[in-house]
C-alpha cells in the first residue's frame, strides 16, 4: 500500500456492483486521513499534545525547536508531494533548507540517486523525509501506533487471539482515531448507506478497520457491515471467535462479487462467515463458484479523490520509486497464475490458484475506461504473473488502437520473453517488470519449484532490459536447508546480473512458511518440519518450523541489503561477497 495510488481492490467491486444496477460508491479513509493530519492548523494541535508531555527524548525536543518552521512549511510540502506547485523544487532540492529538521543529507547518496539534474526527484526526497520525521515524532509521542501507510500494524502483523486487538478497541480513541472516524461519519451522513464494506489488504489496515466498524455499530446500528480482502483471505479463514462479529456482521472470502451481489440481493450466500445463533455459521464456504473475470466490468474510480495522493520518495531504488511515485490505474490482465506451482506461494487460495484470463480487446477496454476517468496514461499491472501470449496479444491491441501509454507489471523470468517480445512491450509502452528470482542457486530453485533456471532468468532479463524495460528482482534468502553458502553463491549471481547490466533494482525477502502454499502443506518435501503451536482462534497464516542447516538468517539481513543498494548504484562489484557480511 502507497499513497501514490488508492489499492486496487475496491475499483474492480465498485464497477460490478454499478453494473449490476447496486448504487455504490467508495472512498479512500486512509488518503483523506493523511490530508486532514498534514495541514497546518492539525499539526499545530497535535504539537500542542506533545509540548505539554512530561517526557520526551532528545530528537522530539529537537524537533519542537522547529515547531514554527514544521507549520509553515507542511501545507507547501504537501502540495509540492502533489504536483501542485513544483516551482518548489529548486528550494526543496537543497539539503541545507532541510537540515535543521531532517540531519545531515549524504550528498554521495543524493548524487548517486539523483545525479545533477534530478531537481523534482531529489526535492521529493528531501520533502519526504520531512514527512516521515513528523510521522515518526507523532508516533514517539502521542499516538504509537501511528504510521503513514501500516497504522497500528505492530498490534495486528501477528494475531493469533482477537483479544489483544478487541482491548485496544475498548480503550479511549486517540485524537487521531476520532479525525478518522469525523470522516466517516461526514461520508455516512452525505451517502446513507445501507451497507458499509471494509477491504483489509494488510495486517496495518485491520485496525483502522476495525475502529470504522466499531463506530459504526456503535452509531448506525442499522447498517450493516461486511468486510472482506487479501488479510482475511488469508488469517480469518479459520476464525473461531465470536466476539470479532459483535463489530462485523459478515465476513466475505476470495473475490467478492458473487459473494457481495448474494448480501445485497437476498440471493444464496456464497463464501460468507456470519454469526448465527451465537456461533460462527459458514455459507457454502468451499464453493467455486463465481462471476467470471470477463463479466467483471470496468473498474470505478467513483468516490475516490484522486487529488489528494502524494509523491513519497522514499528511496533511490529505481523500482520503488515506481512504485510510489505517479498516479498508476492499477489493472489485472487476468486472473490468479498461470504456474501457481512455486512451493512457497500461496497456490491453495483462489486469488491464486484460479487461472482464469480474458481477452485482449477486454483489458485494453478497461484500460481506456480507466484513462477517462482519471486523465493518467500510466498503469501497474497487479497481476501475480502476467501470460506472456495474453501479454503479447495487449501489447498488439495497444498498438493497433494507437494508444499512448506507460505500463509495468509483474513476470515470471519465463524462457517465452525473446528479443521479439521484449520489443513489441517497449513499443507499446512497457517500462518496467519485476519477477521473482528468488533463491540464485539451482538446487534451491528446484527446491521452489520455480520453472526456471538462472541461465533462462538471465536471458529474459537481457531481452528486455535491452529494449530499456527496467527489471526488479525479488529475491528470497531463509529458505529450508538453504546454506550459508548457496546464500554467498545466490549474492553473486545478483552481483553479476548487475554488473553486466541486465538487472536494475532487487530487494531481499526473508521466507516464511504459510498454512495455504504447498510448502506449509507438506514441509517435508522441502526438508523442513513444521513445528507444533497452539492455533489460535483468530488469525493463522504463519507456520513455525526447523529444518537443517539451523541458521540464524537474521544477522545476514542487512549484508544483503547492504550489498545490493550499492550494485544497484554501480559499485561495490570487486569486493568478496563475505566482506558484506563482516
Given amino acids: 500500500m502507497q499513497l501514490n495510488s488508492p489499492y486496487p481492490a475496491t475499483m474492480p467491486l465498485t464497477g460490478f456492483l454499478l453494473s449490476q444496477q447496486i448504487a455504490t460508491t467508495q472512498l479512500d479513509l486512509g488518503i483523506e486521513l493523511i490530508d486532514t493530519i498534514f495541514t497546518s492548523k492539525q499539526l499545530s494541535i497535535l504539537l500542542d499534545e506533545i509540548e505539554h508531555l512530561p517526557k520526551l527524548s532528545k530528537r522530539s525536543r529537537q524537533l519542537l525547536v522547529h515547531r514554527s518552521f514544521i507549520v509553515t512549511y507542511i501545507e507547501p510540502a504537501i502540495r509540492f508531494l502533489r504536483n501542485q506547485d513544483l516551482t518548489l523544487a529548486n528550494r526543496f532540492s537543497q539539503p541545507l533548507f532541510w537540515q535543521d529538521v531532517i540531519g545531515e543529507s549524504d550528498e554521495e547518496h543524493l548524487l548517486f540517486g539523483f545525479g545533477e539534474s534530478g531537481v523534482v526527484d531529489q526535492a521529493k526526497y528531501l520533502t519526504t523525509r520531512f514527512i516521515k520525521e513528523i510521522a515518526q515524532l507523532i508516533q514517539e509521542t502521542t499516538h504509537p501506533h501511528f504510521q503513514l501507510i501500516r497504522y497500528a500494524e505492530s498490534l495486528t502483523v501477528r494475531l493469533p487471539d482477537f483479544a489483544p486487538l478487541e482491548q485496544e478497541l475498548l480503550s479511549n480513541p486517540t485524537t487521531i482515531d476520532l479525525l478518522m472516524l469525523q470522516l466517516l461519519h461526514k461520508h455516512i451522513q452525505e451517502n446513507d448507506p445501507e451497507w458499509i464494506g471494509l477491504s483489509v489488504p494488510f495486517p496495518g489496515n485491520l485496525y483502522g478497520a476495525m475502529r470504522c466498524a466499531q463506530y459504526v455499530k456503535q452509531n448506525f446500528p442499522n447498517i450493516k457491515v461486511v468486510m472482506g480482502g487479501g488479510y482475511v483471505n488469508t488469517e480469518l479463514r479459520q476464525i473461531e471467535d465470536v466476539s470479532f462479529f459483535k463489530y462485523v456482521d459478515y465476513l466475505t472470502f476470495d473475490d467478492g462479487e458473487l459473494p457481495l451481489l448474494r448480501l445485497f440481493t437476498g440471493g444464496e450466500l456464497i463464501r460468507t462467515a456470519f454469526l448465527k445463533d451465537g456461533n460462527i455459521y459458514w455459507s457454502n464456504r468451499d464453493s467455486v463458484e463465481n462471476i467470471s473475470f470477463s463479466n467483471w466490468g470496468n473498474p470505478s474510480m467513483v468516490g475516490i479523490k484522486q487529488s489528494l495522493y502524494l509523491d513519497m520518495v522514499e528511496t533511490t531504488n529505481p523500482m520503488h520509486r515506481l512504485w510510489s511515485v505517479g498516479r498508476w490505474n492499477k489493472l489485472m490482465m487476468a486472473h490468479g497464475c498461470y504456474w501457481a506451482k512455486c512451493t512457497f506461494c500461496d497456490t491453495r487460495l483462489?486469488?491464486?490458484?484460479?487461472?482464469?484470463?480474458?481477452?485482449?480487446?477486454?483489458?485494453?477496454?478497461?484500460?481506456?475506461?480507466?484513462?477517462?476517468?482519471?486523465?493518467?496514461?500510466?498503469?501497474?499491472?497487479?497481476?501475480?504473473?502476467?501470460?506472456?501470449?495474453?501479454?503479447?496479444?495487449?501489447?498488439?491491441?495497444?498498438?493497433?488502437?494507437?494508444?499512448?501509454?506507460?505500463?509495468?507489471?509483474?513476470?515470471?523470468?519465463?524462457?517465452?520473453?525473446?528479443?521479439?517480445?521484449?520489443?513489441?512491450?517497449?513499443?507499446?509502452?512497457?517500462?518496467?517488470?519485476?519477477?521473482?528470482?528468488?533463491?540464485?542457486?539451482?538446487?534451491?530453485?528446484?527446491?521452489?519449484?520455480?520453472?526456471?533456471?538462472?541461465?533462462?532468468a538471465r536471458l529474459c532479463m537481457e531481452n528486455l532490459s535491452q529494449q530499456g524495460i527496467m527489471v526488479h528482482a525479488y529475491l528470497m534468502y531463509g529458505f529450508p536447508t538453504q546454506t550459508v553458502s548457496e546464500l554467498y553463491d545466490s549474492l553473486t549471481q545478483v552481483r553479476n546480473l548487475f554488473q553486466i547490466g541486465v538487472l536494475q533494482s532487487a530487494f531481499w525477502h526473508r521466507?516464511?512458511?504459510?498454512?495455504?502454499?504447498?510448502?506449509?502443506?507438506?514441509?517435508?518435501?522441502?526438508?523442513?518440519?513444521?513445528?507444533?503451536?497452539?492455533?489460535?482462534?483468530?488469525?493463522?497464516?504463519?507456520?513455525?518450523?526447523?529444518?537443517?542447516?539451523?541458521?540464524?538468517?537474521?544477522?545476514?539481513?542487512?549484508?544483503?541489503?547492504?550489498?545490493?543498494?550499492?550494485?544497484?548504484?554501480?559499485?561495490?562489484?570487486?569486493?568478496?561477497?563475505?566482506?558484506?557480511?563482516?
Avoid at 477496454?365 to 500510466?378: F, H, K, W
Avoid at 537443517?548 to 537474521?554: A, H, L, T, V
Wanted: glycine share 6%; with cysteine; charged share 20%.
Fill in 350 to 456: 483462489d486469488y491464486i490458484g484460479r487461472f482464469e484470463q480474458a481477452s485482449a480487446a477486454i483489458v485494453v477496454d478497461r484500460m481506456e475506461s480507466l484513462m477517462a476517468q482519471t486523465n493518467i496514461s500510466g498503469f501497474h499491472f497487479v497481476d501475480e504473473a502476467a501470460p506472456p501470449a495474453l501479454l503479447r496479444k495487449i501489447a498488439e491491441e495497444i498498438l493497433s488502437r494507437k494508444l499512448v501509454v506507460s505500463y509495468w507489471v509483474n513476470i515470471r523470468f519465463d524462457k517465452t520473453f525473446t528479443p521479439e517480445l521484449s520489443y513489441l512491450l517497449a513499443k507499446s509502452g512497457c517500462i518496467a517488470v519485476s519477477g521473482g528470482l528468488e533463491v540464485a542457486s539451482e538446487r534451491v530453485l528446484k527446491l521452489i519449484n520455480k520453472g526456471v533456471t538462472v541461465d533462462s
Fill in 511 to 582: 521466507y516464511a512458511m504459510t498454512i495455504h502454499s504447498p510448502s506449509g502443506n507438506s514441509p517435508e518435501s522441502i526438508g523442513a518440519k513444521a513445528v507444533e503451536h497452539a492455533v489460535g482462534s483468530f488469525a493463522n497464516n504463519e507456520i513455525p518450523f526447523i529444518t537443517q542447516p539451523d541458521i540464524d538468517w537474521d544477522k545476514y539481513a542487512q549484508g544483503l541489503s547492504l550489498a545490493t543498494y550499492n550494485y544497484m548504484q554501480g559499485t561495490g562489484f570487486e569486493l568478496p561477497i563475505k566482506k558484506w557480511f563482516k
